[in-house]
């Protein structure tokens, strides 16, 4: 049996596990969007080089960047916002966004309750440990021991079915699992593996990441349920920066490659 232990310090419940009661915001349509002049993205700030938080205290990231070429393709402003992952989705739900670039990988479940663009990367989930650890190589060797990943999360969801830890500690994001790991309080994460070789190659941190891809998937901007021609505008948008050489700019900038 798997022992829990949240580090999420007042957030909404995760939209993953929770039925869909709260009442639907109408979908943002092109025209609303473009008449306000701007759009309401909402990120974590939390999952470099995706999106985080910089020393000037601005957002930056691959989700950045990407979010400002898809608005300036659209003609309007980029509006961020940053918080927990576990108040993202039903803040969109609730029309508090028009939508979310935080890493976001397409899922059966998500795709249900919500509108995706094309993807515009994907991402796998990986093992981090420390860098002596000889002992872990792939994510099964995590069973019965101390693992931290990001509430409310695929990472997280990932964890729960393959890890079989011993106790599964969530956290808002990367930044917190490494710092636990480090001081030796987790014995592993289970992350997301372009962020954990960011974090490792940039901070020069003591750490490695393990073992094969798991689950790889794509990543799109989600938004709300029903804003279908929202999405395919976005995905245009998404589209031409593939085909003209920006999104390869981006990724070279953000993942060296």
Same mark, same amino acid.
């Given at each position: ?26 979908? @943002? ?8 002049? $701007? ?42 916002? $940053? ?6 989705? @039903? ?5 508090? $966004? ?6 976001? /990988? ?35 060797? +995590?069973?019965? +021991? ?5 509430? *409310? ?10 890890? /079989?830890? *011993?106790? +599964? ?15 030796? /309080?987790?014995?592993? *994460? ?32 989600? +938004? @709300?349920? *029903? ?31």
């Amino acid at each position: 049996m798997i022992r829990r232990r949240s580090l999420m310090i007042g957030t909404m419940a995760s939209v993953a596990c929770m039925p869909f009661r709260a009442a639907l915001a109408a979908a @943002p349509t092109l025209d609303e969007i473009r008449k306000q002049g $701007y759009m309401r993205i909402a990120t974590t700030g939390a999952d470099a080089p995706y999106n985080f938080v910089g020393p000037d205290g601005a957002l930056a990231g691959f989700d950045i960047d990407w979010s400002r070429l898809i608005c300036s393709g659209l003609g309007v402003e980029s509006r961020f916002s $940053y918080l927990s992952w576990n108040g993202i989705l @039903p803040g969109l739900m609730a029309g508090q $966004y028009d939508g979310v670039m935080s890493a976001v /990988r397409i899922t059966p479940e998500r795709a249900a309750n919500f509108t995706f663009s094309i993807p515009y990367t994907s991402d796998s989930v990986a093992v981090m440990v420390r860098q002596d650890n000889t002992a872990i190589k792939e994510i099964e060797d +995590l069973r019965g +021991l101390v693992v931290g990943t990001a509430s *409310g999360s695929i990472l997280e969801a990932t964890a729960e079915t393959m890890a /079989r830890a *011993g106790t +599964l500690r969530s956290y808002p994001g990367l930044p917190n699992i490494i710092m636990d790991l480090m001081a030796g /309080r987790l014995d592993a *994460g289970v992350v997301g593996r372009a962020g954990a070789l960011y974090a490792i190659k940039t901070q020069q941190l003591p750490l490695k990441v393990v073992g094969r891809s798991i689950n790889p998937q794509p990543i799109a901007m989600i +938004l @709300p349920r *029903g804003a279908t021609e929202l999405a395919e505008a976005v995905s245009r948008q998404i589209k031409a920066r593939q085909d003209d050489g920006q999104a390869k700019i981006l990724s070279e900038r953000w993942f060296g490659n």
